[in-house]
């Protein structure tokens, strides 16, 4: 199992920026992907950014150029910064791992953050 712990979340005028941390603990191997996914009130879960090991990263298009994410292995924590929000960037930041063990994909989220952007 897998427990993932984020924080950072906050209220925040539109274009200022916030940091996202999320830790995970437990039986986490080496080679996984963690990142970060949204929802919005109303709206389906969305995914926001990945980064893989190795440094590899994706982005959502609403979100390129403005968020990065980032991953400290020796801590296990995955990071996402965030530039530039946008009031349409308000949801609930959820944090995502996903590893293989053996042929079997593990899912892991975490239990959310908010962030609310006003205008």
């Known amino acids: 199992q897998v427990q993932l712990v984020e924080s950072g979340g906050a209220l925040v005028q539109a274009g200022g920026s916030l940091r996202l941390s999320c830790i995970a603990a437990?039986?986490?191997?080496?080679?996984?992907?963690m990142g970060w996914y949204r929802q919005a009130p109303g709206k389906q879960r969305e995914f926001v950014a990945t980064i893989r090991t190795g440094g590899i990263t994706n982005y959502a298009d609403s979100v390129k150029g403005r968020f990065t994410v980032s991953r400290d292995n020796a801590k296990n924590t995955v990071y996402l910064q965030m530039n530039s929000l946008k009031p349409e960037d308000t949801a609930v930041y959820y944090c995502?791992?996903?590893?293989?063990?053996?042929?079997?994909?593990?899912?892991?989220w975490g239990q959310g953050t908010q962030v609310t952007v006003s205008s």
């Open positions: 995502n791992l996903e590893q293989y063990y053996g042929l079997e994909l593990q899912t892991y």
């Open positions: 437990g039986s986490i191997f080496s080679g996984k992907t």
